[in-house]
């Protein structure tokens, strides 16, 4: 059994970066690919980014590639996602997620571990 807890959420303007973590509890994370999911008010949980188990490849969504970067401490459990560039249609909470995922990446029934989120807004 792998908890996730995101922290790092909050307000900033538009252009302003911000890093969310998340910290993982359990000894099989460093097995685990792990992963970024957002969900906007009125919209569906969509995939952001995501790290292999080494932390050797990445995988991103088009909307933030070349502005967010996923990476991991497996001696720390935890996965980071560092975003910058920030644009006001990236206002959501986040999710962070893991697992032994099958099927897609970028599909949310892929994933096993979800975190409960934490809410990042982007004003213009």
């Known amino acids: 059994q792998v908890q996730l807890v995101e922290s790092g959420g909050g307000l900033v303007q538009a252009g302003g970066s911000l890093r969310l973590s998340c910290a993982a509890s359990?000894?099989?994370?460093?097995?685990?690919?792990m992963g970024w999911f957002r969900q906007a008010p009125g919209k569906e949980r969509e995939f952001v980014a995501a790290?292999?188990?080494?932390?050797?490849?990445?995988y991103y969504a088009d909307s933030v590639k070349g502005r967010f970067t996923i990476s991991r401490d497996n001696a720390k459990n935890t996965v980071d996602l560092q975003m910058s560039s920030l644009k006001p249609e990236d206002t959501a909470v986040y999710y962070c997620?893991?697992?032994?995922?099958?099927?897609?990446?970028?599909?949310?029934?892929?994933?096993?571990?979800w975190g409960q989120g934490t809410q990042v807004t982007v004003s213009s």
């Open positions: 790290i292999s188990f080494s932390g050797v490849s990445t």
């Open positions: 997620t893991g697992g032994p995922y099958s099927g897609s990446r970028t599909a949310v029934g892929s994933w096993k571990y």
């Open positions: 359990g000894r099989t994370f460093s097995s685990y690919a």
